[in-house]
């Protein structure tokens, strides 16, 4: 699933999904631009795979069970990101966004800090 180069939207949400969110869910879809994996069961950490979803303008990860932890820097460097959700996770610390991906329009968290 994870290896086309055509696909652009990824939608998983309400699909009982379990387990990590695999480190290579990136590597392979170049021009992935909405990515929704809400209401599941994910756990583990968050991988630091972002840098390689640089079309990527969506990301729901909202109502998941990962770990506690940060955000991985790399959520940071999402040149055409618009919109991040992450209600309802276990997810702590600090998620850095610099200020020249302020185009950030949408953002929506739950007992997180924002630096």
């Known amino acids: 699933m994870f290896n086309s180069s055509s696909l652009q939207n990824l939608a998983l949400g309400f699909n009982n999904l379990t387990g990590i969110l695999p480190s290579n869910v990136c590597h392979g879809l170049p021009n992935l631009r909405l990515l ?24 729901i990860l909202s109502f998941n069970n990962f770990d506690k932890g940060h955000m991985p820097a790399d959520i940071g460097n999402l040149p055409k990101l618009q919109s991040l959700y992450l209600i309802s996770n276990n997810l702590e ?22 630096a």
């Open 93 to 114: 610390g600090k998620i850095s966004l610099p200020t020249c991906y302020l185009r950030v329009y949408l953002m929506f968290l739950q007992n997180h800090y924002l």
């Open 36 to 59: 929704y994996l809400y209401v599941n069961d994910l756990s583990g950490e968050m991988p630091n795979v972002w840098r390689y979803c640089k079309e990527l303008e969506e990301l």
